[in-house]
């Protein structure tokens, strides 16, 4: 067994959720503050058979939505820097860890 940790944007929370649940997957969501994804996201966890770890990330693949968002580089004391200039930079819809469950347990 596998828990999946996915760190979610709140843009495409609601859909991966309907979509995990429509397929048997149960989840607990965790609010969460970091600086993976632009614009606010939740933490999920994921309690998952190894054989169906794939399955689910495709599943969140297929519901989520990549982006690219307009980021400000770092401050900067030197005169005329570019440091400044907002670029463009390709933000994921979901980031996803997989932790080994040595023992599993409904109490």
């Known amino acids: 067994m596998k828990l999946v940790i996915v760190i979610i944007s709140n843009k495409d929370l609601a859909k991966v959720l309907a ?48 982006r690219v968002v307009k980021k400000t580089g770092i401050e900067s004391t030197i005169e005329g820097s570019l440091l400044k200039k907002p670029v463009d930079v390709e933000e ?6 997989v932790i080994d469950v040595e023992q599993f347990k409904k109490l």
Request: aromatic letters at 14%; hydrophobic letters at 45%.
């Open 92 to 97: 994921y819809g979901a980031v996803a860890f």
């Open 19 to 66: 979509a995990a649940s429509a397929e048997g997957f149960f989840s607990t969501k965790i609010a969460t503050a970091g600086q993976f994804l632009e614009g606010g996201h939740t933490t999920v966890l994921f309690g998952v058979n190894d054989d169906k770890v794939d399955f689910l990330f495709d599943l969140i693949e297929k519901n989520v939505t990549k």
